[in-house]
Every structure is written in C-alpha cells, then in structure tokens.
Nanobody
Framework: QLQLVESGGGLAQPGGSLTLSCTAS????????IGWFRQAPGQEREGVAC????????NYGNPAKGRFAISRDSAKNTVYLQMSSLKPEDTAVYSC??????????????????WGQGTQVTVSS
C-alpha cells in the first residue's frame, strides 16, 4: 500500500534553515499535486505549501510566503520543503499528502489524502 514518508525534521535555531523531504513507500510518488502541512500542539492542521503534478506551479500558505520553498524532483521521487528564516512559531509536525484536485488557492487539508506520519520540526534557541 502506498504511503508517504517525511524526513528531515529536527531542531533548528531561530533564523536557521531546514529542508524536509517527502518520498513514497510501497510505490512511486503520486503523480498528482503534493502538499505540505503542519500541526502544532492544540492547533488545527494548516496548509503550508503545494506543488502541481509537473512541478510547474507552486502555492504557499501565509506563514510560508517568502520563507519556504517547495520543489519536486521526479527523478528522485521526492518533494522538498526548504524552510529558512525559521521562527519558534514554525514548531510543528510537518506532513505531506496528495490530492485529486489542483494545487491552487487555499491549501485545504480535507482535500488531501495518503498522509505520511509526519516529521517534527522544533525551532528553539
């Protein structure tokens, strides 16, 4: 059964950078759009970024604009989330998922499926 697997999380200092990876276990990365999401303790899951099926279109949630970059490497079967200028409020579990819809507008978690287990990102000095 296809499952998405996230990696690359860890501890970063404020102002630092991390790059997260999303790959597929049990098959190839879904051919459709891929989204990154995050959920902090006690908060709802929110959309961070998404990328189109061919990687030609990207969209970002407000917290990510100007600081995060999503990219897709089909040869490596991986979607990346490069995070820079990290802030303590970026601390959360980050997950990736795919959708049968297009990547545009508000990145709505309920429209995505095949969720990974997530990777913890902690931003602290």
């Amino acid at each position: 059964q296809l499952q998405l697997v996230e990696s690359g999380g860890g501890l970063a200092q404020p102002g630092g950078s991390l790059t997260l990876s999303c790959t597929a276990s049990g098959g190839s990365l879904p051919s459709g759009p891929i989204g990154w999401f995050r959920q902090a303790p006690g908060q709802e899951r929110e959309g961070v970024a998404c990328i189109s099926a061919r990687g030609t279109y990207t969209n970002y949630g407000n917290p990510a604009k100007g600081r995060f970059a999503i990219s897709r490497d089909s040869a490596k079967n991986t979607v990346y989330l490069q995070m820079s200028s990290l802030k303590p409020e970026d601390t959360a579990v980050y997950s990736c998922a795919t959708t049968d819809y297009i990547c545009s507008g508000v990145i709505v978690p309920s429209l995505y499926h095949t969720w990974g287990q997530g990777t913890q990102v902690t931003v602290s000095s």
